[in-house]
């Protein structure tokens, strides 16, 4: 089921919306600062995008650039304010792939329109990085990672109407119990070491502790727990984890499983799932054309067998349970920061 | 006549305790000695595999491979000195002092190469996985042990170092520790060329290499040096993972040449300073 801006307004993201209704009073009052709406793929960038398209009603233009954009920018003169949905689209990883997007960051900072733009926040993180995307935005609206308790809002909200029963299976189900955090270590003469210290998963012990526990307000609270953490607080990644473990209208903490996998992949593979990542989801033929050094549709059959990817005859797209999966092997690999 | 008397000193003891060295007693010092080595190469191989899972974080892992041998080795042989010479604590520290002259004398470069080695597990001006320059030597430390580092250079070929170069040689180290390094390209042009046009292309043919680690703290940079008879684009960035330090060089020069082929950027007509026409 898709979440909805009452969801999200339910797990405490009203600040989102009042800094969006605040840079939308700024443009009435005569001062347009352009806003960009960034968020990671599924956590709901466009639900941020349609409250201001519903705020600004009648006023506004809406572009959608849900592919790579191979010919010209569409005409953006004229309009008191324009909407400009998954501009991570401007850009391509080649020579030359660039000049569309510097050309609509250069239209955008002369125009005295409104420009609000969303942006993957795997592709803005590249941007701001290459192309000092960062600069040209004085607002930036980010979609941040929720807490259990948002998290058991967000979906109580979401699925109020078809709601599972939660119930108490004894077992607590397979999480991660130790993680790795680098932290720096001061030494005498104010020099410091990096080390690698241990850090324990405390919501997997908790859900240990109380899986003998047949009160259902713990079990609500351990499921929203390892939900959160499974799904790194995103809200579409949590829907999706939430709606695989339901089984015959029950949900119990052994029912959420982790998707825990080493992906075996070589660097070709690793860049096509890069380029996807910041995409969200792209035609195959063009990603084909774009990274035309590399033998695409191999990694692309490779990634799928290993279920990383959902691919169809078009397209190609991280299916969101893995979307951890990748950003963590990724992270390792130096490919996203 | 009175015979003086002299009481029985350290030294004397350990002679003794030597002539009464049992075979089984030896068996046991070399079982232990072997056991030392099984347990260092058995602890490197377990980090090198688990630094290896950790792709471009393995340095956290590596940096403790050195340690944990010398650790290993360094209680291998106190445990087979006591074995041996049954010295009490003053004992060993005599004998650790006399057993230390007489190698000095004999086997200075050796003991020079194990403090060398001491110094380098101690201040890490280097650690395994890292591209370093010693002396005339380049490329990745793949062992650091007792006596020597060993490297690979980009020929794949393996140099062993001995450690106490680390006194008197300058060692530059390109990342420090860290999985991304700056790898540098420079192309030639010809004074016709566009500078603009060319500079763009340097700057996203590294932009958008496969290989390219990029932040504000790790920017990319292109320098364009006018000389007489052609231009000099610079092109630096880091790689993601020094392993691919080549590969990254190759890809950015690949694409940037074909570039300048798809946009009629030609080579320099001229002579190019230090290189043959």
């Known amino acids: ?337 | 006549m009175v015979i003086p008397t002299y009481p029985t000193v350290g030294p004397l003891q350990s002679t003794t305790a030597l002539e009464t060295l049992e075979l089984a007693t030896v068996l046991e010092a070399l079982a232990i000695l072997v056991a030392a080595y099984v347990a260092a190469r058995v602890a490197a191989a377990l980090l090198s595999a688990l630094a290896d899972r950790l792709v471009a974080q393995r340095f956290r892992v590596t940096l403790l491979i050195p340690v944990v041998k010398f650790v290993i080795y360094g209680t291998g042989l106190y445990v087979v000195a006591k074995l041996l010479f049954q010295l009490s604590t003053t004992q060993l520290v005599a004998f650790s002092g006399l057993l230390g002259a007489a190698l000095g004398l004999g086997l200075k470069d050796l003991l020079a190469d194990v403090f060398g080695g001491l110094v380098l597990v101690a201040e890490q001006p280097y650690r395994i996985g890292d591209k370093v320059s010693i002396g005339d030597n380049y490329g990745e430390v793949v062992d650091i042990g007792i006596r020597s580092t060993q490297l690979v250079t980009p020929t794949d070929t393996l140099v062993t170092v001995p450690n106490y170069l680390f006194f008197n040689t300058s060692i530059a180290n390109a990342n420090a520790g860290n999985a991304e390094m700056l790898v540098s390209v420079e192309f030639y042009v010809d004074t016709d060329a566009d500078v603009r046009t060319v500079r763009r292309i340097v700057e996203d043919a590294l932009a958008t290499s496969q290989y390219v680690y990029v932040s504000d703290e790790l920017p990319i940079d292109v320098v364009v040096e006018d000389n007489l008879n052609y231009r000099t684009i610079r092109g630096r960035g880091y790689v993601n993972d020094l392993r691919n330090e080549l590969t990254f060089k190759t890809d950015v020069t690949e694409r940037v040449l074909d570039e300048f082929a798809a946009q009629g950027i030609e080579s320099p007509k001229g002579e190019i300073e230090g290189i043959p026409e």
């Open chain 1, 1 to 337: 089921m898709s979440l909805s801006m009452a969801d999200l307004e339910a797990a405490g993201l009203d600040h989102l919306f009042d800094t969006l209704r605040t840079a939308l009073d700024d443009h009435l009052a005569g001062w347009s600062p352009n806003l960009a709406i960034v968020s990671e793929p599924f956590a709901g960038r466009h639900l941020l995008m349609d409250f201001v398209e519903e705020t600004l009603d009648t006023q506004v233009q809406r572009v959608a650039l849900d592919s790579v954009a191979d010919g010209e920018l569409p005409d953006l003169t004229g309009q008191a304010a324009v909407l400009l949905d998954d501009c991570h689209y401007l850009y391509t990883r080649e020579i030359g792939g660039f000049e569309r997007l510097d050309r609509f960051l250069e239209e955008i900072s002369a125009s005295d329109a409104l420009f609000v733009t969303s942006w993957n926040r795997y592709a803005w993180d590249y941007l701001a990085a290459v192309r000092d995307v960062d600069d040209v935005f004085s607002t930036k609206v980010a979609v941040p990672s929720l807490t259990a308790e948002q998290m058991a809002d967000l979906l109580t909200s979401n699925y109020a109407e078809t709601m599972p029963d939660f119930v108490q299976t004894g077992e607590a189900g397979r999480v991660k119990t130790i993680g790795f955090d680098q932290r720096e270590v001061g030494l005498p003469g104010g020099r410091s070491i990096g080390l690698t210290l241990p850090e324990l998963n405390l919501e997997y012990l908790a859900s240990r502790s109380l899986s003998r526990d047949d009160d259902v307000e713990n079990v609500e609270a351990v499921v929203f727990q390892k939900i959160a953490q499974l799904s790194n607080g995103n809200p579409g990644v949590a829907t999706a984890v939430w709606e695989r473990s339901i089984r015959d209208g029950e949900i119990a903490p052994a029912y959420i499983e982790e998707v825990d996998m080493v992906l075996d992949i070589d660097d070709d593979e690793a860049f096509v799932l890069e380029v996807l990542l910041a995409k969200g989801e792209m035609d195959r033929s063009t990603l084909d054309s774009v990274l035309s050094d590399i033998p695409v549709h191999r990694a692309l059959q490779s990634l799928a067998e290993q279920n990383v990817l959902q691919i169809d005859e078009a397209t190609a797209r991280i299916d969101p349970e893995y979307l951890y999966t990748v950003d963590t092997h990724l992270k390792g690999r130096r490919l996203i920061w």
